[in-house]
Nanobody
Framework: QVQLVESGGGLVQAGGSLRLSCTANGSISGIKTMGWYRQAPGNERELVAV???????GYADSVKGRFTISRDNAKNTVHLQMNSLKPEDTAVYYC??????????WGQGTQVTVSS
């Protein structure tokens, strides 16, 4: 059984920083990508950032220059460093991993709240 365990969410003032972490536990192999999505109330879930096993990254336009995704392949862990946070970044953030043979997994979500 595979579980994605997230940590690092919380409440921060606008302009502040948070670091999210996610570790894939269990029998998992052949990870292609790891990433972060977010969903605000009333909105659809959207991609925030993604990183491949080779280290290539992609970001939503709304977070470019503020968020940085990184990955430790040996530990099946992905991090999201979020700087210069804005109230519109408030959402539940979900970790995601896509594998070659086992499909897609999701974390349980962690709340990020940015106060103005």
């Amino acid at each position: 059984q595979v579980q994605l365990v997230e940590s690092g969410g919380g409440l921060v003032q606008a302009g502040g920083s948070l670091r999210l972490s996610c570790t894939a536990n269990g029998s998992i192999s052949g990870i292609k990508t790891m990433g972060w999505y977010r969903q605000a109330p009333g909105n659809e879930r959207e991609l925030v950032a993604v990183i491949t096993s080779a280290g290539r990254t992609g970001y939503a336009d709304s977070v470019k220059g503020r968020f940085t995704i990184s990955r430790d392949n040996a530990k099946n862990t992905v991090h999201l460093q979020m700087n210069s946070l804005k109230p519109e970044d408030t959402a539940v953030y979900y970790c995601n991993t896509d594998t070659w043979a086992q499909g897609i997994y999701w974390g349980q979500g962690t709340q990020v709240t940015v106060s103005s």
